[in-house]
């Protein structure tokens, strides 16, 4: 058995390592858990000895092929999580992931998949993240895009708000701008600053919030 905290140090690997492409750095690590980086160098050692990481120094650390499953399931818990707290539970999109942290570590495989079955097998959460099937298999996301690249003219729907913290959730979904709404970019200011116009009115996003939204152009959604 897997503690809570290294299923999070698993899952905040797997989360740097498929944005990156790249092995994760221990101040990479310890800047994304909000620890020391001893801290992170003396949990890396026990998850190298449960044969969960690879590790090199100076070179950081990649998940083995055991440390992906368990990040797999632990997303699949999650995600299933956050999708029955929304749909099931009427709460807030941007209010599940902290619940959904707490309990992750806590659902048995049986429960998980009757929460599945109870939902339909969503490929999706709220937020738009995949959710791997019982497989720990990931759905095809298709080709998506960061607001922060788009052009002025273009015509967008959201695909998926990638989760950096509860307060960019919040900011964003005060905005009206959650995965399904379409976005009309309006202007691309020198310094990054993106306004949209979404259905609730026109809305000025910072660069470092606009580079959390995945989108497609509407032509591709409606393929």
């Not at 905290?5 to 498929?18: L, S």
């Not at 950081?60 to 092929?65: A, N």
């Not at 791997?132 to 996301?141: I, S």
Request: proline share 4%.
């Amino acid at each position: 058995m897997l503690s809570a905290v290294m299923e999070d140090y698993i899952k905040a690997i797997y989360a740097i390592q498929t944005d990156t492409d790249e092995r994760v750095g221990t101040s990479d690590l310890a800047d994304y858990m909000d620890v020391t980086s001893p801290t992170v160098s003396s949990m890396l050692k026990k998850l190298e000895e449960r044969g969960l990481v690879d590790r090199e120094e100076y070179r950081g650390v990649t998940l083995t092929e055991e440390g992906e499953v368990v990040a797999l399931e632990i997303l699949r818990h999650h995600r299933l999580l956050e999708a029955f707290l929304t749909e099931q539970l009427d709460y807030d999109w941007a209010d599940v992931h902290e619940e959904a942290d707490r309990l992750e570590h806590h659902i048995s495989e049986q429960l998980s998949e009757r929460i599945a079955e109870s939902l339909g097998n969503p490929g999706v959460d709220p937020h738009g993240d995949p959710i791997p099937d019982a497989d720990l298999q990931l759905p095809d996301a298709g080709e998506t895009s960061r607001l922060s690249a788009a052009e002025e003219g273009d015509q967008v729907v959201v695909r998926r708000i990638r989760h950096q913290g509860d307060e960019e959730l919040r900011y964003l979904s005060d905005a009206g701008i959650e995965p399904g709404v379409e976005l009309d970019v309006l202007e691309i200011a020198p310094f990054g600053l993106v306004t949209v116009r979404t259905p609730e009115g026109e809305q000025s996003l910072p660069e470092e919030i606009a580079q959390l939204i995945e989108t497609a152009s509407t032509t591709e959604a409606e393929v």
